[in-house]
């Protein structure tokens, strides 16, 4: 299946920093290796223009980042040191959600080796997200008429506060945020539903809270589009979260997200967001099963029939 990377743009950090930026060379190597992607089938995306950005995000917000003049605040927040090549790197990611979401309209569900960067919000960076992906390409998606009625479920381990604040008011987007209840954001902007999970809840218990809420949120957003957030970080082993899922719990918990939105109709958008295990190779052994999951689900057009 055809993916979008842009593991080739790194950026400095300091040294023992936890944002995995290993993870995402790895990622491309592991699904070639396994077979979900071909090599003439990985793609990297070019930097998203600023006018895009803009249909999400605020000007003043996005002059200081293109010009490297986030306040000091904004730049503890965002936890990540400022870097042209930061900027450029977070540019081609957001253009891979938008490539994968476009390709999902053909093949029902298409997956980013990256994005899902939630805690970016109309006028806010922060929690090592530059810019909103998922809020870019629902704009760049509606504003070609691809899409009317949006989901986003986002099952990454933080709760989704940046989509939150940037769909508050938009009644065609219905977010849903499944997260560690003790976990980061500890201040939260309000998702449409909200699902706090006990610290050390398990497979069973989330999977059963994950069944509900797609229920509940299937029903109230009846989206022809979702995107879907399959973050990393409900792992038991994860260093940022709370949760202890199992590696098999997370291959049940991407099989019912993806085969609820797909069974209700909605082509899907996946991105990985965050997953940050001690050895970076935990997390991407949890990537490539969300990869393999996606692929299997892929649907492929017949031309000509
Ligand atoms: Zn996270």
């Not at 995306?45 to 605040?73: K, M, N, S, Y």
Request: proline fraction near 4%; include cysteine; hydrophobic fraction near 45%.
């Amino acid at each position: 299946m055809d993916v979008w990377t842009h593991h080739r743009w790194r950026f400095p950090l300091p040294p023992r920093h936890k944002f995995p930026l290993d993870k995402y060379e790895l990622l491309a190597q592991r699904v070639v290796a396994d077979g979900l992607v071909g090599p003439g089938e990985l793609h990297e995306a070019g930097p998203v223009g600023w006018e895009e950005l803009g249909a999400v995000h605020d000007r003043g917000l996005l002059a200081r980042i293109r010009d490297g003049a986030l306040t000091v605040r904004e730049q503890r927040g965002l936890g990540l040191p400022w870097s042209p090549e930061l900027v450029e790197r977070g540019r081609r990611s957001v253009t891979g959600t938008i490539a994968a979401a476009r390709h999902a309209l053909e093949h029902r569900v298409a997956l980013n080796l990256g994005g899902g960067t939630h805690h970016a919000g109309h006028a806010f960076a922060r929690g090592y997200c530059l810019f909103n992906d998922v809020a870019v390409a629902v704009a760049a998606l509606r504003r070609d008429g691809l899409a009317e009625r949006v989901l986003v479920v986002d099952c990454d381990v933080h709760q989704g506060d940046g989509t939150a604040d940037i769909f508050a008011a938009d009644t065609r987007t219905f977010t849903l945020s499944l997260h560690g209840a003790r976990n980061y954001p500890f201040s939260r902007i309000a998702s449409d539903l909200d699902v706090d999970i006990a610290s050390g809840a398990g497979d069973r218990e989330y999977l059963g809270a994950l069944d509900v809420a797609l229920g509940q949120a299937l029903e109230r957003a009846r989206p022809d589009f979702a995107f879907y957030l399959a973050g990393a970080d409900p792992w038991k082993g994860d260093r940022l979260g709370r949760l202890a899922l199992s590696k098999a719990g997370l291959v049940e918990r991407d099989e019912l997200a993806l085969d609820r939105l797909l069974d209700a109709g909605a082509d899907v958008c996946v991105v990985l967001a965050g997953g940050y295990a001690e050895d970076v190779r935990d997390t991407v052994d949890i990537n490539a099963a969300t990869a393999a999951t996606v692929a299997d689900r892929t649907h492929t057009p017949v031309i000509g029939a």
